[in-house]
T-cell receptor
Framework: SAVISQKPSRDICQRGTSLTIQCQVDSQVTMMFWYRQQPGQSLTLIATANQGSEATYESGFVIDKFPISRPNLTFSTLTVSNMSPEDSSIYLC????????????FGQGTRLTVV | GDSVTQMEGPVTLSEEACLTINCTYTATGYPSLFWYVQYPGEGLQLLLKATKADDKGSNKGFEATYRKETTSFHLEKGSVQVSDSAVYFCALRNSGGYQKVTFGTGTKLQVIP
């Protein structure tokens, strides 16, 4: 299994500013994922972050808006840049442990409100 | 690509009622199937999983059986409690090379006393 510590748990930010969300995993993992969950919606994958390579972004998400770092096998950050009220969401990081058929593990989420 | 379809919510039940939340999937290969639960203000927790056809996952009185012939993984509980009020997500993880998890839209369950 894997335990993910995510912070901050919530924040209220001014439009035009940026927020960096951090996730720390208690074990080394190959893949980490960042999701967005808009109010009342399901999870939408933003990008996949592998250590030592550029993050892979899903359709509709770009690096300039959501830069990601993955400096080692236990840590990743997601930055939400130049925020607008439409960025108000819950952001979740996730990982899967190596091996087939294992489930995904999630951080507690960051509830972001942009005013 | 992979997809998960689950029944629309919200679902409102009285305490001790029976629960079924339908979930069907489309995937190549042999995916693993999961139910996650999200309690208010919290992240996602794994509720149960099944990794091959005819497997039954179970936890906290909830059950779901991996039905390959109908590509379904319906969540059931015989007697719900107020504390079961949450959003439930059906999900799959494919055994292929790109092992991201695909989620359904979520079903909100409200159990009233």
């Amino acid at each position: 299994s894997a335990v993910i510590s995510q912070k901050p748990s919530r924040d209220i930010c001014q439009r035009g500013t940026s927020l960096t969300i951090q996730c720390q995993v208690d074990s080394q993992v190959t893949m980490m994922f960042w999701y967005r969950q808009q109010p009342g919606q399901s999870l939408t994958l933003i990008a996949t972050a592998n250590q030592g390579s550029e993050a892979t972004y899903e359709s509709g998400f770009v690096i300039d808006k959501f830069p990601i770092s993955r400096p080692n096998l236990t840590f990743s950050t997601l930055t939400v840049s130049n925020m607008s009220p439409e960025d108000s969401s819950i952001y979740l990081c996730s990982t899967i442990t190596d091996g087939r058929n294992t489930e995904a593990f999630f951080g507690q989420g960051t509830r972001l409100t942009v005013v | 690509g992979d997809s998960v379809t689950q029944m629309e919510g919200p679902v409102t039940l009285s305490e001790e009622a029976c629960l079924t939340i339908n979930c069907t999937y489309t995937a190549t290969g042999y995916p693993s199937l999961f139910w996650y639960v999200q309690y208010p203000g919290e992240g996602l927790q794994l509720l149960l999983k099944a990794t091959k056809a005819d497997d039954k996952g179970s936890n906290k009185g909830f059950e779901a059986t991996y039905r390959k012939e109908t590509t379904s993984f319906h969540l059931e509980k015989g007697s719900v409690q107020v504390s079961d009020s949450a959003v439930y997500f059906c999900a799959l993880r494919n055994s292929g090379g790109y092992q991201k998890v695909t989620f359904g839209t979520g079903t909100k369950l409200q159990v009233i006393p």
